[in-house]
T-cell receptor, first 116, second 112 residues
Framework: DAGVIQSPRHEVTEMGQEVTLRCKPI?????LFWYRQTMMRGLELLIY????????DSGMPEDRFSAKMPNASFSTLKIQPSEPRDSAVYFCASSLAPHQIANEQFFGPGTRLTVL | KNEVEQSPQNLTAQEGEFITINCSYSVGISALHWLQQHPGGGIVSLFM???GKKKHGRLIATINIQEKHSSLHITASHPRDSAVYIC??????????????FGKGTHLIIQP
């Protein structure tokens, strides 16, 4: 199995631009998580999906952030418009869980986002 | 919101030493997750536990629900154990997730 796949691995953009991060979970996993990691705040859960449905998006910082999961094998996290304070590493993780997040999660390699 | 504290923040030890990393949380939880983040940035799930103790190789995780405390131990530490270790507390309310709160991490360096 290829594990969780994220793209791009690195993204540099200018303030105000739209940024789209992509994630392909492990085949057969039915829960998907988006995290953000910064030096100041550490790891934070942004949103998670179960069976393609958003379950908890209370961690999404602002309306500028949106996430979708159109099918079981693909999810996107979009920031529009981007701001320098959005610079962070964004991780996607997946797990096999019926309806909760208390199962082992497998993390992707992360996308390092820099907003100038 | 749960407050998760890890100690120490930084730890440097010699190869072979027994290592203990602590994690305390303020609100009762249903489970606690230990993660390892390698120097390259990759994150690996080590343990998910809700009671007692779990062991995997040289790693041991324990949790005391009453004291709201968990520890991660590394026996016979090796330079390849050098990483950031992060604990995360999972809270539940009515079957859904109240949230997942992360500690700031413990930066461990094992010197040969």
């Amino acid at each position: 199995d290829a594990g969780v796949i994220q793209s791009p691995r690195h993204e540099v953009t200018e303030m105000g631009q739209e940024v789209t991060l992509r994630c392909k979970p492990i085949s057969g996993h039915n829960s998907l998580f988006w995290y953000r990691q910064t030096m100041m705040r550490g790891l934070e859960l942004l949103i998670y999906f179960n069976n393609n449905v958003p379950i908890d998006d209370s961690g999404m910082p602002e309306d500028r952030f949106s996430a979708k999961m159109p099918n079981a094998s693909f999810s996107t996290l979009k920031i529009q418009p981007s701001e320098p304070r959005d610079s962070a590493v964004y991780f996607c993780a997946s797990s096999l869980a019926p309806h909760q997040i208390a199962n082992e999660q497998f993390f992707g390699p992360g996308t390092r986002l820099t907003v100038l | 919101k749960n407050e998760v504290e890890q100690s120490p923040q930084n730890l440097t030890a010699q190869e072979g030493e027994f290592i203990t990393i602590n994690c305390s949380y303020s609100v009762g939880i249903s489970a606690l997750h230990w993660l390892q983040q390698h120097p390259g940035g990759g994150i690996v799930s080590l343990f998910m536990l809700s009671s007692g103790k779990k062991k995997h190789g040289r790693l041991i995780a324990t949790i005391n629900i009453q004291e709201k405390h968990s520890s991660l131990h590394i026996t016979a530490s090796h330079p390849r154990d050098s990483a950031v270790y992060i604990c995360a507390a999972l809270s539940y309310s009515g079957g859904g997730a109240d949230g997942l709160t992360f500690g700031k991490g413990t930066h461990l360096i094992i010197q040969p």
